[in-house]
C-alpha cells in the first residue's frame, strides 16, 4: 500500500510538470504558426549610380519555396525595364486601379528561397522613395520597414513576448475555470458522501440503540425467570421438608426397630439422588427472593 501511494505520488508530479510543458509548447508552436513570417522586404536606402539614383528594395525569402506576387507600388514615371536585380525575378505590371496616377502596381515572383535578393528599382527624385510599398505583405505573411525606420529586432522580440503572454494569460483563465469547476464538482461529491456517511451512522446508531433496548429487555425476561424458578424450587423444597417431617414422625411411632428416621431419609435421598432436597441446602428462602423480585421490578421501572 505504501509503495502504491509512493507510485501515485511520482506519477502526479511527473503529471503535474509534463502537462504544463506540453501546453506551453504546444501555445509557442501555435503563436510561431500564426505569426511566422515568411520573408522581409526592406525599401530603402537610396543608392547614386553613374548619376542615376535607384531605390534599393531588398528582399528577404525565410522560407524553403520561392516567394510568389509581391505586389509593390512604383513611381509611374519608373521604367521597369531599367531596373536591376542581384537575382532572376520575373516583374510583372499590373493593372493602376487600384492606387493613385502618380504610381503604378507591379509583382515580383520567383524570389529565391533561403535567400536575399536586392532589386535596384530606377527613380528621379529622393522623394519618390515614399512613393515605394508593398500592398500585399500581409497576405504573404511579409514583415516590411524602411531603411529611414528600421525596425530593431527587440520590438519584433517585444511583439512575440505581448503575444505569448496574452496566450497564457488566456490558458491561465481558461484552466483556472476548469479547475474551480472540478474543485466545486469534487467537493459536492464529497459533501454528498458525508451526508451519506452520516445518515448511515445514525441508522447504525438507531439499531444498536435498539439492540441494546432488546438485550435489556431479554435480561430482564431472563432474571425474571430465573427469580420465578428459584421461587418453585423454595416452594418445592418446603413441601419436601414437610413431607420429610411428616414420614419421620410416622416412622418414629410405627417403628419396632432401632432405625433411625435419618438414616431412612438419607436412603430415600441416595436411592432416588436427590440430594438437593436435603435441609440446608437451599441458601436463599423465599421470602428473600420476594424481597430480590421487588427490588429488580423497581429498577426495571426507572430503566
Known sequence: MKNETILSEIRQTLIGAI??????????????YLFKETGNVKI????????????????TNYSDSEIQGISITIPSST??????STSPVYIEKKSNLLTNLSTDLITISNIKPKDTTNLLIPIITADQLN?????????LKLSTERSSSPRYPWDKAIFNMIISASMYFIFIIISNLLLNSQIK??????????????????SLIQKIDDLNKDSK???NDFIKMKL???????????????????????????S???ISSDMIIRTVNKTLKTYLTNESKTNISFDEMKIISSIFSKSSEND
Open 19 to 32: 502537462l504544463p510543458s506540453i501546453i506551453i509548447f504546444l501555445v509557442n508552436l501555435l503563436i510561431g
Open 44 to 59: 530603402g536606402p537610396i543608392i547614386d549610380v553613374s548619376n542615376h539614383k535607384y531605390a534599393n528594395i531588398s528582399i
Open 79 to 84: 521604367i521597369i525595364s531599367n531596373t536591376i
Open 131 to 139: 512613393l515605394i510599398s508593398v500592398t500585399n505583405y500581409s497576405d
Open 185 to 202: 464538482k469534487t467537493r459536492s461529491e464529497i459533501q454528498k458522501e458525508l451526508e451519506k456517511s452520516k445518515e448511515e451512522s445514525r
Open 217 to 219: 429487555q431479554y435480561m
Open 228 to 254: 420465578l424458578l428459584l421461587a418453585k424450587i423454595s416452594d418445592y423444597t418446603k413441601e419436601l421438608d414437610f413431607w420429610k417431617d411428616t414420614i419421620r414422625c410416622i416412622m418414629y411411632e410405627s
Open 256 to 258: 419396632k426397630e432401632n
